[in-house]
């Protein structure tokens, strides 16, 4: 697809080649050792990646795991669109002050 579509505009099919794309990219720039394009294709990722979830499955106020950083849980103020707005916290269950946004692909239940 071109790059002027949005990935809310995807089926998907669509969006699950775009990450399987995405991942080859990662792949590549990793073996390049081009570590900027490497995080910015693993971002685009998650964001397409987000896509293929359901954001009512994300509940204000609760506390979710953050797959990408062991230690840090993440307490979501409100969902808007794919993204979790909320503060990340510590092991310590000390909240960061900034409110941050992150894809909901990044969530995980805490078990």
Do not use: C
Request: proline share 3%; hydrophobic share 40%.
């Amino acid at each position: 697809m071109a790059n002027n579509y949005r990935y809310s505009d995807y089926t998907i099919e669509q969006l699950r080649a775009e990450i399987g794309k995405l991942k080859e990219k990662a792949q590549k720039a990793e073996q390049l050792g081009n570590v900027s394009e490497v995080a910015v294709n693993e971002r685009k990722m998650q964001v397409a990646l987000a896509y293929t979830l359901n954001p009512e499955d994300f509940i204000a106020g609760e506390v979710y795991v953050l797959k990408n950083d062991p230690g840090y849980t993440f307490k979501i103020n409100y969902v808007n669109g794919v993204f979790a707005w909320g503060h990340r916290r510590n092991l310590l269950q000390e909240e960061f002050e900034a409110e941050e946004a992150i894809p909901i692909s990044l969530l995980e239940e805490v078990k």
